[in-house]
């Protein structure tokens, strides 16, 4: 008896419920905007027209002129926090990996380089953090091979 009484408070709940439910749809649905209305759509031939004498865009921004230095810093600073860390360093070194691995099999030739260049960022790191500020940075700067003199 106990069953039939809960199966009945039961269902008599869960019929009150969608009914709620049901006027709640019936309430957000009649104070909805109305659908907007159809826009009309030009033929695709027709090309638009603007009366453009008046206006004015707005100023491109001015470059600035970076150093050598600077502009070298900043292909190895990619989140432009004025500081290289070591996978920052480390990330642009491929084609330099290319050009040791002779053989293309990638074994053992990038390790070598590794070290290379993990010598190389702790030999620029003076203050050993683990970053490169910009003026560390310019220790590491390629010497620049004196150009012999023309023998014409």
Do not use: H
């Not at 040791?100 to 380089?113: A, Q, S």
């Not at 970053?131 to 091979?145: D, N, S, V, W």
């Amino acid at each position: 008896m106990n069953r039939l009484l809960l199966g009945g408070i039961l269902s008599l709940l869960m019929v009150g419920v969608g009914l709620v439910w049901w006027q709640g749809r019936a309430q957000v649905e009649q104070e909805a905007p109305p659908p907007p209305e159809p826009v009309e759509t030009p033929e695709p031939d027709v090309l638009p027209s603007a009366d453009v004498t008046d206006m004015k865009g707005p100023t491109p921004p001015e470059a600035t002129e970076l150093s050598r230095e600077q502009r070298r810093f900043f292909r190895y600073d990619r989140n432009r926090d004025l500081r290289i860390t070591r996978n920052e360093m480390l990330s642009t070194r491929t084609n330099a990996f290319r050009k040791l691995d002779k053989d293309g099999n990638n074994l053992l030739t990038f390790e070598e380089w590794a070290v290379t260049t993990a010598d190389k960022f702790d030999g620029a790191d003076a203050n050993r953090d683990g970053e490169l500020t910009q003026g560390e940075f310019a220790t590491t700067a390629p010497k620049r091979r004196a150009r012999p003199a023309c023998r014409c």
